[in-house]
């Protein structure tokens, strides 16, 4: 069983910055090809990034790519979200995502490909 821990959120205030982070055991972690979504209120999930279990390829929602940096580190077993400039926009459930093998060539957008989710991390953006 893959488990997913989410930490970072918090509330903050219009133009900050926040980092999101994911962690797995060390066991998995090389195998999952991984992504962060979010979910505001009254909203559907949405793909935020995601990045290949070795780290060569990212991906971003076309609007978040200049504010949103998605890596990993293998020394932590963590996924990272390093989310910059934030708005009120900002403000949902952000969710990490994994993987271990998937259809098309990863890093992947739809949620319904990954298996495995974590509880979901709140950040709030407000003045």
């Known amino acids: 069983q893959v488990q997913l821990v989410e930490s970072g959120g918090g509330v903050v205030q219009p133009g900050d910055s926040l980092r999101l982070s994911c962690t797995t055991s060390?066991?998995?972690?090389?195998?999952?090809?991984m992504a962060w979504f979010r979910q505001a209120p009254g909203k559907e999930r949405e793909f935020v990034a995601a990045i290949t279990r070795n780290g060569d390829r990212t991906n971003y929602a076309d609007s978040l790519k200049r504010r949103f940096t998605i890596w990993r580190g293998s020394p932590e077993n963590t996924v990272y979200l390093q989310m910059d400039s934030l708005g009120s926009e900002d403000t949902a459930i952000y969710y990490c995502?994994?993987?271990?093998?998937?259809?098309?060539?990863?890093?992947?957008?739809?949620?319904?490909?990954?298996?495995?989710w974590g509880q979901g991390t709140q950040v709030t953006v407000s003045s």
């Open positions: 995502a994994a993987i271990m093998f998937g259809p098309v060539r990863p890093p992947y957008s739809q949620p319904y490909l990954y298996e495995y």
């Open positions: 060390q066991r998995v972690f090389s195998t999952l090809h």
